[in-house]
């Protein structure tokens, strides 16, 4: 390297990066195993609807199908962080609150290794949201930038 050639540094990237971070990577394994977990509990609330009664027959098949569509939506959300889609974080969070509240409020009367599983996973994932990095690579360039970027001033004459 000669004296005559100008030193570049690294500037921070606005636009997201071709290959997901291990912090993406990781977010969509976290997302992959809580759509695993529902595609699961859609599985049991089939085989338990087989034989029961029309009432709880009904209520079952309904709750799997409920099931069924959360794992749909932790599928896309797996697939939307792989990928630093800008519109992951808010259905992301809200999701995920939701499954805290359920899982505490149910906590006792789950088995503990499911509970424990909804927990952890809804933490994991709400603490990877919020990595400046994931922040970062799921923010659109015009929200960088500011949605109300300040108007450039005109040079005063005094």
Not at 25 to 53: E, K, P, Y
Not at 126 to 142: D, E
């Amino acid at each position: 390297m000669t004296s005559n050639e100008p030193i570049l540094e690294a500037q921070p990237s606005t636009v997201p990066s071709e290959r997901p971070t291990w912090q993406l990577r990781a977010l969509a394994a976290v997302f992959g195993a809580q759509g695993l977990l529902a595609l699961a509990a859609a599985g049991v609330g089939v085989w338990l609807a087989i034989g029961a009664d029309s009432d709880e027959r009904s209520l079952l098949v309904g709750l799997s199908v409920a099931a069924a569509g959360i794992a749909l939506a932790f599928g896309a959300f797996a697939r939307a962080a792989f990928e630093s889609r800008s519109w992951l974080r808010g259905p992301a969070i809200t999701l995920e609150l939701l499954v805290l509240v359920a899982t505490v409020s149910v906590v006792s009367s789950l088995p503990y290794l499911m509970s424990g599983m909804l927990l952890v996973t809804a933490m994991a994932s709400l603490v990877l949201l919020f990595l400046p990095r994931v922040v970062r690579a799921t923010t659109s360039a015009g929200r960088m930038r500011g949605a109300y970027p300040e108007p450039e001033q005109a040079p005063r004459d005094e």
